[in-house]
């Protein structure tokens, strides 16, 4: 599975209730490195109630941060965070089924954990369910209901998805095919420093996809590509200067 465990312990502390005293210690803990304090807290938070203090605490089992690592205890802090309607939480409960840690693997359940962070508006689930209807896995294969999910998720600020948005764009899948704008997409990320764009912008302009061939741009391109340490772009790059 193209998929990653997409937590980040500062994200989640950047979202969490103004009311919970505890978690902003939490908070200040972990900026300080103290991680056996930040389990402390974070636990305390949990108990009291506080789904994001569950998260965090779940997030910190899974990684081995100042407690002993833990997948089946990290497993049962989320889904406790997620049954309190927390995306963190039901996001990072669908990928320990996605990869099977603490549990046994399953596609499926891990679907319908993104689908619920997704519905929360939580980017990264909408990512991840658009790559499985893509690809089929856990879910019936729907070009349409990818192309769906990864604009939902572009929009909500996940720059792989906005990648593989453009990309369906050019290839036509779940859309009528539509250069300009995968063109467009790519060009934007680009700037912003996305390899994967940059080495397909040089594709395009050596091949002439959608755009009269140009090999200085190119090469342009593909060299950007390979400066942000992708190595499509430099192998690119080495095949026109040859």
Not at 46 to 74: F, P, R
Not at 86 to 115: I, S
Request: contains cysteine; aromatic residues 10%; proline residues 1%.
């Amino acid at each position: 599975m193209q998929n990653f465990f997409k937590i980040g312990v500062i994200i989640i502390f950047l979202t969490l209730t103004a009311w919970a005293d505890t978690i902003t210690d939490a908070k200040e803990a972990y900026a300080k490195g103290d991680l056996a304090k930040t389990a402390e807290l974070s636990a305390a938070a949990c108990e009291e109630g506080n789904s994001d203090g569950c998260a965090v605490l779940g997030y910190l089992y899974n990684e081995g941060e100042g407690v002993k690592q833990d997948y089946k205890k990290a497993l049962e802090l989320f889904e406790i965070s997620c049954n309190s309607g927390n995306e963190n939480g039901c996001h990072n409960l669908g990928v320990m089924y996605d990869l099977g840690k603490g549990t046994k693997q399953d596609y499926a359940k891990a679907a319908v954990l993104y689908k619920k962070s997704c519905d929360y508006e939580y980017a990264d689930s909408c990512d991840s369910l658009a790559y499985m209807h893509q690809q089929g896995v856990g879910v019936k294969q729907d070009y349409f209901k990818a192309l769906e999910l990864y604009t939902k998720a572009c929009n909500g600020g996940n720059i792989n998805s906005c990648y593989l948005m453009a990309y369906m764009y050019a290839e036509g899948d779940g859309t009528k095919q539509d250069l300009p704008k995968a063109i467009s997409i790519f060009e934007k990320l680009c700037k912003q420093n996305n390899a994967d764009s940059c080495a397909s912008l040089g594709l395009i302009h050596e091949i002439g996809k959608g755009v009269k061939s140009d090999m200085d741009k190119a090469l342009e391109y593909y060299g950007k590509a390979c400066k942000l340490n992708l190595p499509q772009g430099c192998n690119g790059y080495g095949r026109l200067k040859q």
